[in-house]
């Protein structure tokens, strides 16, 4: 099914479309100044493909709770749940498919953070059966994944940006599809960027941003110049689901409105027309103070699940269950599993795949796994050498050996080590080179030479040129394989 969303009309007046299916899968990022017309843009995308397409917005101005009621979005105020209920209504979100406009106004910038933390960590937890299409929408992205430590606390910040980094980097299989927006790309975390393949960038005054924006778009900078002087609501697109080529588009009208406006200029009162200063000056007592603005009603967090679900929720609040040692040590190995579980996580950073890990636990309700980095670390070079468990039987004196070794070659170690214990196949350089987080033949070279000089592998090839390695200590021995198969047993064996 192709359905395509108009955006607007280029330099010629020709119509601009963004395919949606392919937007789906290749995901945007919008940049430019404030009041350049991103929240404008984004509205004009959810209002062209509501009711096509599951919609989630993080909106930290509460902009876009007007789509309520032209479109019967859900709106979720952030600042009237705990972030149990959060995440417990981020998980009926997924799974009935709603629509909604999380709507953070009112809290601190910490306070978004966690909030938007905990309800991305949920669609991304969401069970396999609801793995459904959905657009997630995030505005001013550049609070939720900041490039640099800021004021808020280094927990909140990296819990955050994990999950950006989740939906960003790992969201399409789960059917989360991201289209981000930020004033400012210089303070965007780079790897949330650069998992969008479409951009649409609007003017921008800072060199720093013009020249990532012209990276982005493939420009010469001396071209992207002209970012400088696009007009309030004039775009540069480029990206799968728009074009191939940049293209100027200058985004159309919308239905609804933004709660919130840019200021508009009215006349002053007449100088003289009435008398300033005794206004100004008159007795302070006699006029009342303003009265405080009418408190806001909060749903209760059972009805909203309700509005946005058939089945009745339970009534009872969420409790945060007491976790013991033997359930703690399960809900890491699950969690461990999943990480290695994902392609995705090869080539990244341990201190990403650690916030990931943190996530995952605390959705599991574990908010305290117990691990801080190093031990990660070990816990992960294990996990890749598929061992979940601290005491898992058998491996008692590989994991005494393993632990002699600089940390980052623990997985790799314990890997051959596992294909040894179980006589397969020795794994190919490709292999080792996967786990030990590399794509450079001559360092996984490296790495067999230095462990084979410590003494704890021998590495013997045969004639025909077949590898086997054999841990002396333990009396194990892989059978011989070869290290580079051909490239079509390579496609077989990931497939
Ligand atoms: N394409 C457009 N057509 C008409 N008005 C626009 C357009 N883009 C932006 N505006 C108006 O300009 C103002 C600023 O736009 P906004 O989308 O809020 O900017 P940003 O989110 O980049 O700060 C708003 O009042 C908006 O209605
Ligand atoms: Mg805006």
Redesign the pocket.
């Known amino acids: 099914m192709s359905v395509q969303i108009d955006m607007?009309v280029d330099g010629a007046g020709q119509p601009i479309e963004m395919d949606l299916e392919e937007l789906l899968a290749t995901r945007l990022l919008v940049q430019?100044n404030?009041?350049?017309?991103?929240?404008?843009?984004l509205r004009r995308l959810l209002e062209g493909s509501a009711g096509t397409v599951q919609q989630i917005v993080i909106d930290p101005e509460g902009d876009f709770v007007t789509l309520s009621d032209a479109f019967g979005h859900v709106v979720v105020e952030g600042a009237d749940y705990s972030l149990v209920e959060i995440a417990r209504l981020a998980q009926r979100i997924r799974e009935h498919r709603a629509s909604v406009v999380l709507s953070l106004e009112g809290l601190e910038m910490e306070e978004q953070m966690r909030c938007a933390a905990a309800f991305l960590g949920a669609l991304f937890d969401a069970p396999r059966d609801h793995w459904y299409p959905a657009l997630v929408v995030v505005d001013e992205a550049q609070v939720f994944a900041p490039a640099a430590a800021g004021e808020v606390s280094d927990e909140a910040r990296r819990t955050c940006l994990g999950a950006m980094t989740n939906l960003m980097c790992r969201g399409r299989k789960r059917g989360l599809a991201g289209v981000i927006a930020t004033q400012r790309l210089a303070k965007l975390a780079k790897n949330v960027a650069a998992e969008a393949s479409n951009f649409l960038m609007?003017r921008t005054f800072l060199d720093i941003d013009m020249a990532r924006a012209a990276d982005l778009l493939g420009m010469e900078r001396r071209q992207a110049e002209g970012i400088r002087d696009l007009a309030?609501?004039h775009f540069l697109a480029l990206g799968p689901a728009i074009s191939r080529r940049p293209v100027a588009v200058?985004?159309?009208?919308v239905k609804t409105s933004?709660r919130t406006?840019?200021p508009k200029l009215m006349p002053l009162p007449q100088p003289g027309g009435g008398d300033l200063q005794s206004l100004l000056f008159a007795p302070i007592e006699a006029s009342p103070p303003p009265p405080p603005p009418p408190p806001r009603e909060a749903v209760p967090a059972a009805d909203l699940m309700r509005s946005i679900a058939a089945p009745a929720p339970s009534a009872t609040a969420p409790q945060v269950p007491h976790i013991g040692d033997e359930e703690k040590e399960d809900i890491v190995a699950e969690a461990l599993r999943e990480i290695v579980a994902d392609p995705a996580s090869a080539f990244q950073q341990p201190a990403v795949l650690f916030q990931d890990f943190a996530t995952r636990c605390r959705m599991r309700r574990l908010g305290n796994p117990g691990l801080d980095i190093a031990a990660f670390r070990r816990r992960l070079g294990m996990a890749k050498a598929g061992i979940f468990r601290e005491d898992e039987e058998g491996w008692a004196d590989a994991l005494a050996i393993a632990g002699t070794l600089p940390e980052d070659m623990l997985g790799t170690f314990l890997f051959i080590a596992r294909a040894a214990r179980h006589g397969a196949e020795c794994p190919s350089d490709d292999a080792i080179a996967e786990i030990y987080g590399t794509r450079s033949p001559g360092r996984v070279r490296r790495l067999l030479q230095f462990i084979e000089d410590q003494g704890h592998i021998v590495v013997r090839t045969d004639l025909s040129g077949r590898r086997s390695i054999g841990l002396p200590t333990l009396g194990w021995t892989t059978a011989s394989a070869e290290p580079k198969p051909e490239p079509a047993d390579l496609f077989t064996r990931s497939r």
């Open positions: 607007g430019g404030s009041g350049s017309g991103k929240s404008h843009l609007g309030r609501g200058k985004i159309g009208a933004a406006s840019s």
